[in-house]
């Protein structure tokens, strides 16, 4: 099953963008154990199975990078959110594919 995304990103060009001093908003979708064991610096996490419940926590006049662990649920969450008029981008390879600094563990 795949998702149609008209804006993607890759973790390469996330991490850059905080290198640049950037402070995108980030989303993470994962859950509570996969958060646990590392996450970008500032990023927000609502887990893919509360998106909904929680979507008042979120912006909608701000883009936001969503990520998981390889792409999938949060290519879903995006889907969920702009069907919402949420401005999204999805991380494409997710954190699987992170590569960078910035990630806290623990």
């Not at 590392?38 to 909904?52: D, E, Y």
């Not at 936001?64 to 390879?93: D, P, Q, T, W």
Request: with cysteine.
């Amino acid at each position: 099953m795949s998702f149609k995304i008209s804006k993607e990103i890759t973790p390469q060009q996330v991490a850059e963008r905080l290198k640049n001093g950037e402070a995108p908003t980030l989303l993470d979708v994962r859950e509570p154990a996969e958060w646990v064991e590392g996450h970008v610096i500032g990023a927000k996490h609502i887990p893919l199975g509360q998106l909904l419940m929680r979507i008042d926590e979120l912006d909608p006049n701000e883009e936001m990078i969503v990520m998981c662990l390889s792409g999938g649920r949060s290519g879903l969450a995006c889907e969920l959110l702009s069907e919402k008029g949420y401005n999204v981008v999805n991380m494409m390879g997710g954190l699987s594919a992170w590569t960078d600094d910035f990630l806290v563990r623990g």
